[in-house]
Structures are given as C-alpha cells and as structure tokens.
C-alpha cells in the first residue's frame, strides 16, 4: 500500500505561482511512476505531469508545458508540482497518483484544490 496526501493548493491570481506537494508513505515510493492529475468542475480526471521512478525522464500535457514542473525527491518520499503563469482554466482538483505507468494507477491521493482568480 502507498499512501499519498497533497497540499499546496489554495487560491492564487491570473499570472501567480503555486506549489503541489504530495507526501507519500508505505510501500517503496522510489519505484513508483509518479503522476498528477486534475479535474476541473463538469469535466473528466485529465493528465497534467508524469515523472518516472529517478526523475530524470518527465511528460506534460500540452496545457502544463512551459508552466508547470514536475519533481520527486526520493529521500523524502516527495512529488511536487511547480506551476507558474496560472491561469483561470487550471481551476481544478489536483490529485497525485502513483503506479507502474500513467495509465496504470494503483493509488491515488484525496486531491487539494487550485482556484485561479481571473
């Protein structure tokens, strides 16, 4: 089992900066692709940022390139998502997911909120 809980969320203007953590606990969390993920009011769970297991390979969604930034800091069991130049539309649910590849989730953390002010 690996649990995972995030923070940072909160509500920041057009053009600000926030900072996603998600703390992970349980199994070994260095052997987990690490990936978030958001969900906007109406809408379906998109994919934002993925990092692999050493942090050296990463993927964007076409909406967080050049913005945002995803790491990991294996000895503190620690993903984190930096996300600059923020925008309206990136007013969702943030959550954190780890598993074997993107888009084999085995678990998810309870999601922080990101509410961008126009």
């Known amino acids: 089992q690996v649990q995972l809980v995030e923070s940072g969320g909160g509500l920041v203007q057009a053009g600000g900066s926030l900072r996603l953590s998600c703390a992970a606990s349980g199994r070994a969390f260095s052997s987990n692709v690490m990936t978030w993920f958001r969900q906007a009011p109406g809408k379906e769970r998109e994919f934002v940022a993925t990092?692999?297991?050493?942090?050296?390979?990463?993927n964007y969604a076409d909406s967080a390139k050049g913005r945002f930034t995803i790491s990991r800091d294996n000895a503190k069991n620690t993903v984190y998502l930096q996300m600059n130049s923020l925008k309206p539309e990136d007013t969702a649910v943030y959550y954190c997911?780890?598993?074997?590849?993107?888009?084999?989730?085995?678990?998810w953390g309870q999601g922080t909120q990101v509410t961008v002010s126009s």
């Open positions: 990092i692999n297991w050493s942090g050296g390979s990463t």
């Open positions: 997911a780890a598993g074997l590849t993107p888009s084999l989730i085995q678990y």
